[in-house]
């Protein structure tokens, strides 16, 4: 059995990764492939536990900058061998909403942590597991965390909560990620047209894997 695909999102908040996904989503399945999703922090008993006390507790309004990197660590840990490795060995193609770069960006350069620590930390919680492609929407900070601000349920979430100057820094964080993994990171200007975005995506996919095919 071939191994399945594995496709990762990213971008700061109110990119516009979820209705991407979901469009991406229906394009694998067009092509006769199954296909999983997965959530980071979740995506498991235990890392749905995890987002809980990342995002909206109350009580983790004290979390420590190392805390928080450990705790996203552990949520993918359990999920890449729980849920990711099985799906993958299984011919099925995973897109994951947020993966290790996530962290690289977040917690090593919004929240200035040893960029060394972190991608030890990283490493060590996913093993040699690491996407074959890498979507990064990008838009303006401001834009952005205005759009998820303005779409977010009445439930607090301590993440979305942080200033626009933290942001700004996540930003210039994946431009520069991006600049270093070209090939693996693509990045895509999400500030125009869902279905414009929607079909260079579908576009690089095809161009990218020609083992899909529509059907």
């Not at 516009?16 to 008993?45: A, F, M, N, W, Y």
């Not at 301590?158 to 070209?182: H, S």
């Amino acid at each position: 059995m071939k191994r399945g695909i594995f496709i990762s999102f990213e971008g700061s908040e109110g990119c516009g990764k979820s209705t991407q996904i979901s469009h991406l989503t229906q394009l694998l399945k067009d092509c006769g492939r199954e296909v999983l999703i997965t959530r980071e922090p979740g995506g498991t008993v235990i890392g749905e536990k995890i987002r809980d006390l990342l995002q909206f507790t109350p009580e983790a309004e004290e979390m420590t900058n190392e805390t928080e990197l450990l705790l996203f660590a552990a949520s993918r840990a359990q999920l890449v061998r729980e849920v990711i490795q099985p799906a993958l060995e299984n011919g099925i193609c995973v897109i994951a909403d947020r993966f290790l770069d996530s962290t690289t960006v977040y917690q090593g350069i919004g929240r200035g942590l040893n960029a060394s620590s972190v991608s030890k930390i990283n490493d060590f919680a996913v093993g040699e597991l690491k996407p074959d492609w890498t979507v990064l929407l990008d838009m303006d900070a401001a834009a952005g965390h205005a759009r998820a601000l303005a779409s977010r349920s009445a439930q607090k979430d301590r993440i979305e909560d942080q200033p626009l100057t933290f942001f700004e820094k996540v930003r210039q964080g994946y431009l520069k990620l991006a600049e270093q993994n070209p090939e693996r990171i693509e990045m895509f200007d999400a500030s125009g047209s869902i279905d414009q975005l929607a079909k260079e995506i579908r576009q690089s996919c095809f161009s990218r894997f020609d083992c899909l095919e529509e059907k």
